[in-house]
């Protein structure tokens, strides 16, 4: 039956460090690799990094000159090789190189990869100045190029791809080293959230310590004034809730640098390094072109000379023939399996980067979102209001000031007083018991609160304009209480029915799907999992079209085998095809 390599699945992990005995011993790591196929049990092996490269020698030397792309091996390194955040990269790297390997099916049909995965000696191929015999996967292959017809103008081709792999080499080697440049700045930015959450953390218990009483009202002088604060007022909870969402921003990004280490600049490195499989076989070509050319001379030369021996002429015209033979055989495997095979499997390698970047960036911002939610509820500070207050004051200092909400953020905030009645009430009742009644003057309305939506919230003093005694002999207790019911009757009607929180009704603005295939939970509310009634409102409808779908991030790469099917004469690459070269 056909196996193809979606049937198949490889990948390295567990790595384990080991010192070798004596004085002078080195140390190296092993990696356990995993192979599992519809055709036979789980395979589980360990290997260390030079045993890699022997594997991938071998099949170098057996398939370069079939125009077949070995896909290359991480990138050496010399000092720290020993290093955590250096062997985790390099195990995924290898993982991406095995996948590579079981997607060609010359490479995983070949008998040193069997060996490889069965045994834990260090693969070997036929021994210096031995004659290779050709295995029955290389015989297999030369019989199919030897049906395929020699591509058009494969010489003029090759020129071409040089100067498209040069440039695209150059562009991904500025990208790799962009990257490694941002994962330093996310090292360093995650430390300094650390050093940050762990100041204000310190504050915090500053200004929660019972002792702590005249910067946060609780003196006598501030309690004989009546001087209270609600509770989203208090600077300790101020600080004790802004520490929590501090602690969030921790957890949100204390893991960026190692998720872009592995999850982009590995990827891109094997970018690179399927660019240098194919220079590998652009040089060989390069190499063969010449020794041709080369042949051609000396025997067009021996053509002419008369002393020259027939048998000698002979030979040379048959290496001329062989080399030619061979350098169409390579056109033909270089442009009917390389290329689109590489194709194929640069396509799954670059969705990958694009869902795995989309998917860390969507689960730390959706930790955030959350977060500044919890942050901007607790304390009853409308999160539109919060940006339209932060833009106005960056734009005053010539910033760039936020962008606009998303639509079905709260409203506008409910505004609290930034001068309490009881000041007003405090100063009046001073002036009345120093000051002779004639001179007392009238009392100054306090300012309205800047909220579009609450017009009627006034504080107590703006209502006795016309009787200034009276308010001047009221006591503060009775003014303080009166324009607390005030605010918190007009507070409800703002947000809504009995409600004390501006947050409840929000329209729906996020649904999808988790990471990994998980169900998110439908929400009316983009910062609150729990919510399920949207405002009414609210002309803001969900979309399914919205669904966030991410690829997970451990999907095996799957070639499609219809493509080399199709340039077999296969049936499309099904699996009952009895004649299949793949048996």
């Not at 990208?175 to 941002?182: C, F, N, P, Q, Y």
């Not at 190692?258 to 891109?268: A, F, K, N």
């Not at 607390?484 to 009607?493: G, K, Q, R």
Request: glycine share 4%.
């Amino acid at each position: 039956s056909l196996v193809t390599s979606s049937d198949y699945k490889v990948w390295v992990e567990n790595p384990e460090t080991i010192k070798e005995s004596g004085f002078m011993g080195k140390s190296y790591t092993t990696f356990r690799i995993l192979l599992k196929s519809s055709e036979s049990e789980l395979i589980a092996i360990r290997h260390r990094f030079s045993e890699f490269v022997l594997l991938r020698d071998i099949l170098r030397d057996r398939y370069t000159q079939y125009g077949i792309l070995v896909p290359s091996l991480p990138q050496k390194k010399v000092i720290g090789a020993l290093d955590k955040e250096f062997v985790t990269e390099r195990m995924h790297g290898l993982t991406l190189f095995s996948e590579a390997l079981v997607a060609n099916p010359w490479l995983r049909k070949d008998p040193v990869w069997y060996d490889f995965m069965t045994s834990a000696l260090p693969p070997s191929g036929p021994k210096k100045g031995q004659e290779a015999v050709k295995t029955p996967s290389e015989q297999m292959l030369q019989n199919i190029l030897d049906r395929l017809p020699i591509p058009s103008t494969p010489l003029e081709r090759i020129y071409e791809l040089k100067e498209e792999i040069n440039a695209l080499e150059k562009q991904l080697q500025a990208i790799l080293d962009a990257t490694r440049v941002v994962q330093k700045q996310q090292a360093a930015l995650s430390l300094a959230t650390q050093s940050l959450h762990a100041a204000f953390e310190g504050w915090s218990a500053i200004e929660t310590n019972p002792t702590s009483i005249y910067l946060n009202a609780r003196s006598y002088e501030a309690n004989s004034c009546q001087m209270k604060l609600r509770d989203e007022e208090k600077v300790p909870i101020l600080v004790s809730k802004m520490t929590s969402s501090l602690q969030d921003r921790v957890s949100a990004t204390q893991d960026l640098s190692e998720y872009s280490s592995i999850l982009l600049s590995t990827y891109i490195e094997h970018e690179l390094a399927r660019i240098y499989s194919i220079k590998e076989l652009v040089k060989y070509h390069d190499d063969l072109v010449t020794a041709i050319d080369t042949q051609r001379v000396k025997v067009e030369k021996m053509e002419v000379q008369p002393s020259a021996k027939i048998d000698q002429l002979q030979e040379l015209k048959k290496q001329l023939e062989i080399k030619k033979l061979t350098l169409n055989s390579f056109y033909k495997g270089f442009y009917f399996f390389s290329l689109p095979l590489n194709a194929k499997l640069r396509s799954s390698n670059i969705r990958k980067i694009v869902s795995n970047y989309g998917a860390t960036k969507l689960v730390a911002s959706y930790t955030l979102l959350k977060s500044s939610k919890l942050l901007l509820s607790e304390l009853l500070i409308s999160p539109t209001s919060a940006i339209s207050d932060t833009s106005q004051i960056l734009d005053i200092l010539a910033l760039k000031p936020l962008d606009e909400p998303p639509e079905g953020l709260p409203g506008p905030n409910e505004g609290l007083d930034t001068t309490p009645s009881w000041i007003e009430s405090l100063y009046y009742s001073a002036l009345q018991s120093i000051t002779a009644p004639g001179f007392i003057p009238a009392p100054i309305p306090a300012p309205p609160i800047s909220s579009p939506t609450s017009p009627n919230l006034k504080a107590s003093s703006n209502n006795s304009n016309s009787t200034p005694a009276t308010n001047i002999t009221s006591s503060p207790s009775t003014n303080n209480n009166n324009n607390n019911n005030n605010v918190e009757s007009d507070l409800s009607t703002l947000i809504g029915g009995n409600s004390k929180n501006p947050f409840d009704n929000v329209d729906v603005v996020v649904s999808g799907t988790s990471i990994g295939g998980g169900e998110l939970k439908k929400s009316t509310n983009p910062f609150d999992d729990n919510s399920s009634t949207s405002s009414p409102s609210s002309n803001h409808q969900s979309s399914n079209s919205n669904d966030i779908k991410i690829v997970p991030v451990s999907s095996p790469v799957k070639v499609n085998q219809n493509l080399l099917g199709d340039l077999l004469g296969g049936n499309d690459g099904k699996k009952d095809d009895k004649s299949s070269i793949w048996g």
